[in-house]
């Protein structure tokens, strides 16, 4: 099934190459950032004919020319005594959320506000919001979101979602509301290789982790669609150099094994009109999703691979799972090595996309989700 799947991906690219890589950063040997940085979206259209605001657009309008001392007090006035209901593909709004409350209590303690936060699993959360967009008044007041592809299509252009832009993160930037092009970008997540380190076996080019008898822990494509952009975006000039500039590093021994496959994609990678290292991106993408072992979360590969047992085994995963390790005597974050961070890592170490904000345009609580 899997080679199957490797297959059709690679057949995908005939009628969409670079469709699913808008938003999705390539890392390199570099170490990763850590949760935070700017990536803009696609831009907007500026010939686009001007369209009358829906009420929560005009709530919006007005909120990127205030403070967040006045948003504080049209959150306070609007949502005191109410239940926020948020959904994104991260934990973050649900951490975010208490130090919100506390904040708007500090202002006024008579302030309450109690919340809910969800987090759909396997790409769920546009049918999500597509449904809860039907009603006149929504459910969900805000949210946290990635794929710039799907939400630009799926979210922005049919109405669903609004892009809200603060004006204290506007000046802090250098930019305006109204000049800015893309979506406010709260947090950048970066996904790594990482290995462990209990046993003997070391990871120090990006080939390894698709050699014979790999199966790295990973979130599966279908799941995970940044996943799938990633492999998308391999196959440009500057990333397939990247692939092939790892293999030339490659023992001779190692080279044969991979040729094969290479040699292979040579002729797919002149139909989709690659470049000249194009062959090296489908061959490594072929081998990985033909190999890698799907899993539905980054949390459970996280919680496999800081344990001792887990010997020997790697995954690509966000790197922040580690923050959340509870050590013990069997777990332990220093039972884990991040490949890149190694002396002569060669090519790729992990790649990096965005959550984004977004009021939801049937916002019961548009004021407090600008706050």
């Known amino acids: 099934m899997k080679k199957l799947l490797s297959l059709l991906l690679v057949a995908l690219m005939l009628v969409g190459l670079m469709a699913?890589?808008?938003?999705?950063?390539?890392?390199?040997?570099?170490?990763?950032?850590?949760?935070?940085?700017?990536?803009?979206?696609?831009p907007a259209d500026d010939t686009a004919p001007d369209v009358e605001l829906t009420?929560?657009?005009?709530?919006?309008?007005?909120?990127?020319?205030?403070?967040?001392?006045?948003?504080?007090?049209?959150?306070?006035?609007?949502?005191?005594?109410?239940?926020?209901?948020?959904?994104?593909?991260?934990?973050?709004?649900?951490?975010?959320?208490?130090?919100?409350?506390?904040?708007?209590?500090?202002?006024d303690p008579s302030y309450t506000l109690e919340y809910d936060w969800q987090q759909p699993k396997n790409n769920k959360i546009f049918d999500q919001l597509t449904a809860d967009s039907l009603k006149d008044t929504g459910t969900f007041a805000m949210t946290l979101i990635q794929d710039g592809n799907q939400i630009e299509s799926k979210m922005v252009q049919t109405g669903i979602l609004d892009t809200f832009i603060p004006k204290d993160w506007a000046d802090a930037n250098g930019v305006t509301a109204d000049t800015y092009e893309g979506y406010l970008p709260l947090q950048t997540l970066n996904k790594v290789f990482m290995y462990n380190n209990t046993g003997s076996k070391t990871y120090d080019n990006c080939w390894d982790f698709v050699a014979e008898g790999e199966h790295g822990l990973f979130m599966d494509i279908d799941s995970e669609v940044v996943g799938k952009n990633f492999l998308y975006?391999?196959?440009?000039?500057t990333y397939s150099a990247w692939l092939k500039e790892a293999f030339d590093a490659l023992s001779a021994e190692e080279q044969a094994y991979f040729q094969p496959t290479i040699d292979a994609m040579a002729a797919d990678?002149?139909?989709?009109?690659?470049?000249?290292?194009?062959?090296?991106?489908?061959?490594?993408?072929?081998?990985w999703v033909g190999s890698y072992n799907a899993?539905?979360?980054?949390?459970?590969?996280?919680?496999?691979?800081?344990?001792a047992s887990a010997t020997d085994q790697f995954g690509l995963l966000v790197y922040s799972k580690l923050r959340s390790v509870e050590e013990s005597a069997?777990?332990?974050?220093?039972n884990i090595t991040i490949?890149?961070?190694?002396?002569?890592?060669?090519g790729i170490g992990g790649y990096g996309y965005c959550h984004y904000l977004f009021v939801t345009d049937n916002s019961p609580l548009p004021w407090t989700a600008c706050a």
């Open 233 to 237: 975006m391999l196959t440009s000039d």
């Open 269 to 287: 990678a002149a139909d989709l009109g690659l470049g000249e290292n194009g062959k090296y991106a489908l061959a490594w993408i072929k081998l």
């Open 295 to 307: 899993q539905t979360d980054d949390g459970p590969i996280c919680n496999t691979l800081v344990d």
């Open 20 to 42: 699913g890589c808008g938003t999705t950063e390539t890392t390199t040997s570099n170490p990763p950032a850590d949760d935070g940085g700017e990536v803009s979206a696609p």
């Open 330 to 334: 069997s777990v332990s974050k220093n």
């Open 55 to 107: 009420a929560t657009q005009q709530i919006i309008a007005e909120a990127e020319t205030m403070t967040l001392e006045e948003l504080a007090a049209k959150a306070i006035e609007e949502s005191n005594g109410q239940t926020f209901f948020g959904v994104g593909n991260s934990s973050r709004g649900k951490t975010a959320l208490p130090l919100f409350i506390e904040y708007l209590q500090s202002i």
């Open 339 to 346: 490949a890149a961070y190694n002396d002569g890592y060669t």
